[in-house]
């Protein structure tokens, strides 16, 4: 410890100790105090010096005798594996022998195994066949499950000859179980009087009708049991050619297959061959007798089968719901079975796609049919029928619009005579066209495939770019008259289809089918450079050296380039921007067209002479509207008239906000900041601006000052008492022109905001103000 240190702990240890003469009596106890605390340090000095030292040496000594123990121990490991060197040398042809012997022991095994499987299906065959012929259905079927169990414990089977020999058993006394079981069940079900069909002969009461429903209930579970494993019946249910389109579509459970087979013969016997009721163009009547079909076996089925599917462990199939999926499969083979010969007859295929939605729009609000469940509209989103259904869709459409466009009222508001309903004054053409794309929309909107609905939306941004080049190829026509009726009526019909497009941009379907088109376009971005990387990947070099460093570098590349990936906000964003540039261009064009009218009829006002007119005095008793100016705000009023009888309030006041803006502007550069005004000619300025010019835009605004905000302000200038202009003068003089040497010797330092808000400026800079100032002939120049 330093000196300085020493030091400073004695004075502060007499400081806090004896800061007076009176505490100089606590000497002998500090005393006493530090002396135990010097004794109880020496004792702890003198056990450490006693007792460290043995236990130092007891710890080396056990040290030492570890380290003995731990090369004896290094001895006997290095004896322990030269003998294990030595017995594994010695037994090694041994050990090479016994992994023959176990390699043929596990082989022998294998085939014991194989055979004792294919002895099992040989026992389950023969007890099938000696319990058909002691009529013992239910051991019979009992066995068969056996079957089918074994069948799928050995799916992940290599040995496909085993796989092959036990499906073609199973098929085989499938076959032969469910024939012998089908005719007792079909026999059943003809004396319940099923199928419930009308007949015009009256079919005799049933007596013993618990005693069939019991019969019905116990061979409907035995072909429960008869079910095939799913892999097994999808195989031999899928060569169906249809089912091979279609995914989702899956087999009926036996029974129910069973109970429909009698209504199949009936619906191939009218609608297939030559029958008077199988007509192409008449698909209603097949759609309405499978309707009927299911409406009249539902309570059948919900009182008689359902609990019987319930009973067996099948509560999650509904029996309304699989025989609905049956007739539906029947309809659907039969459409597709028409195809071929409806793609030469657009009037008939037209017609059939009409029913088909009607039916099946019926067949899941009304039956309650699953939305998941494959329908008649699969059919419909085949590439055959699909392309056809585009090309009508398309070719009536563009049939509709030539009608439209032809029309007499084509130009003309359905709601004219309604001035409640004509504020958005749509043309007739506009709104049928919109009805048309809604029409298509709904058409299209309960297909069940989202790649047919975007053909569809591609249809629908083709026809909106016809109409648009339709309405392009109008306004041409009459860009001579951009203020005329037929032009109005275009930039009506532009406007209300972007309005429509906004609308439906927001609705859950588009919304639903942008997310599918932008995730659709994400994948095909990630899977192009994936193709890319693993193709080039494929060498065995780069595999064995680089594999890692590829597989991060491909990650980390992808996911750079996902934020390349170009994502829309809506299905209709593009089209809508080409409708809005339109409405934004007709709008400046007719704008411009009643600004240069106006323009041209203001020469006279802009050559007045305001520095010489009388004095206000004078004026007061004659003030009145400059009479140059006359015909200059009557072809304005006209045009303004005109144009808010022909536009929609929306595009009429976009039209007028812009014009009022182009006015105030030019009166302001191109007639005040030109011209030098006395008192007279600044009071009928503002007098012309503010009581003719403004109030022309009243009627379309409470506030319509704040659009002439240039104009006003000028004449609030150039009306400014004098005293208060030439103050207000300096105050932007000293603002613009004063260096800040100048501005410093000023005991008060001027706002010019401040000033120029006090008098009413809240729109012209300091330099307007200055240069309008100027202009007034009754203030001399600073």
Known sequence: MAASTKQDFLVNFLNTNFDTMKSLHRLDSLRDEYKKQIEALEEKISKASTEIPSEIDKAVSMAKTMSKHINKLEEKVDSLCHDIFDHDHAIKPMVGELELQVEKIAEVEKYAHYLSTVAKIEDLSSHIQASLLTESLSSAVDSFNDLTEMYTALQSSSCLNLLDFLKESILFWHKILKDRIAIEFEEVLKALRWPLVVTTIKAPSVTNVTELKERMRKLFQKLLSLQLPESMSLESFGGNQLIQKIGGVKPLVLPLELMLKPLRKRFRYHFYGQKQTNSLDKPEWYLTQVLSWIRDHGDFLDRNIQPILDESKKGDISARVEFTRGLVITVMEKIFHDLPELAYEEANFSHLIDEVLLFDSELRNTYSYPPILPGCLDVLCLPEALTKWLIIEKKYAMQKIEQMLHSPSCWESQYKDISDLDEVRVPECAEGFMMLLQTITDRYRKLPVSDAKLQFLGLQLELLEDFRMRLVQVMKT?????????????????????????????????????????????????????????????????????????????????????????????????????????????????????????????????????????????????????????????????????????????????????????????????????????????????????????????????????????????????????????????????????????????????????????????????EQSEQVLSLRTNLSVS
């Open 478 to 766: 009459t860009s001579t008259a951009p203020t005329g009726h037929i032009m109005c009526a275009v930039l009506n019909a532009v406007h209300y289809v972007t309005q429509v497009l906004r609308d439906w941009s927001e609705l859950t379907f588009f919304l639903q089918l942008l997310c599918y088109k932008n995730n659709r376009s994400l994948k095909t971005e990630i899977a192009e450079p994936s193709d890319i990387l693993h193709s080039a990947g494929a060498s065995a070099e780069r595999k064995s050296t680089d594999e890692n460093v590829t597989e991060e570098d491909s990650v980390e590349s992808l996911l750079a380039g996902l934020s390349q990936i170009s994502m829309e906000h809506t299905v209709f964003e593009e089209i809508t921007s080409l409708f809005e540039s339109m409405e934004a261009d007709m709008i400046k064009a007719a704008c411009s067209y009643v600004f240069t009218d106006v323009q041209a009829r203001s020469q006279a006002y802009r050559k007045d002479r305001w520095i010489s007119l009388p004095a206000p005095k004078e004026l007061s008793t004659t003030l009145g509207l400059s009479q140059s100016a006359c015909e200059m705000f009557l072809v304005l009023k006209d045009h303004l008239c005109t144009m808010e009888k022909q536009l929609s309030k929306f595009l009429f006041d976009r039209f007028w906000h812009r014009l009022a803006r182009n006015i105030d502007d030019f009166l302001f550069h191109e007639v005040i900041l030109v011209n030098h005004f006395n008192d007279g000619g600044a009071v009928q300025l503002q007098f012309d601006i503010t009581r003719n010019l403004i109030p022309l835009f009243g009627d379309y605004t409470n506030n319509p000052d704040s659009y002439f905000r240039l104009c006003k302000e000028a004449s609030t200038l150039l009306t400014l008492k004098s005293g208060s202009a030439l103050l207000l003068k300096e105050v932007i003089y000293s603002h613009l022109h004063e260096t800040a040497e100048q501005r410093q010797l000023r005991q008060v330092q001027p706002d010019v905001g401040a000033a120029l808000r006090e008098v009413g400026i809240f729109t012209l800079s300091a």
